[in-house]
Nanobody, 115 residues
Framework: VQLVESGGGLVQPGGSLTLSCAASGFAFSSYPLSWYRQAPGKERELVAR????????NYADSVAGRFTMSRDNAKRAVYLQMNNLTPADTAEYYC?????????WGKGTLVTVSS
């Protein structure tokens, strides 16, 4: 199983960014996937989760209404559209999938929100 995130970078407050996660090594369309983030000095937290069909998502209260998670099963990819970003969104963002009894994480992509 391999998860590769991309799309992070430096963005000004109020700006937008879209993260991508390319997946391989498992039956992609059969598993829910999630985005987590970890800010400096803080624990890793769940940001969003999408069901296998892509028609159901769950969001952390802190990002609901600003972030949208989607998936493209044909491309084996998930995305995180992030709007109205604030400095509190600064973190390393990770793609996650649980296959069987094993948790798999990508290496992360850094998002920095600063003026």
């Amino acid at each position: 199983v391999q998860l590769v995130e991309s799309g992070g970078g430096l963005v000004q407050p109020g700006g937008s960014l879209t993260l991508s996660c390319a997946a391989s090594g498992f039956a992609f369309s059969s598993y829910p996937l999630s985005w987590y983030r970890q800010a400096p000095g803080k624990e890793r937290e769940l940001v969003a989760r999408v069901r296998t069909s892509g028609r159901g998502q769950n969001y952390a209260d802190s990002v609901a209404g600003r972030f949208t998670m989607s998936r493209d099963n044909a491309k084996r990819a998930v995305y995180l559209q992030m709007n109205n970003l604030t400095p509190a969104d600064t973190a390393e963002y990770y793609c996650f999938v649980k296959v069987g009894w094993t948790d798999y994480w990508g290496k992360g992509t850094l998002v920095t929100v600063s003026s």
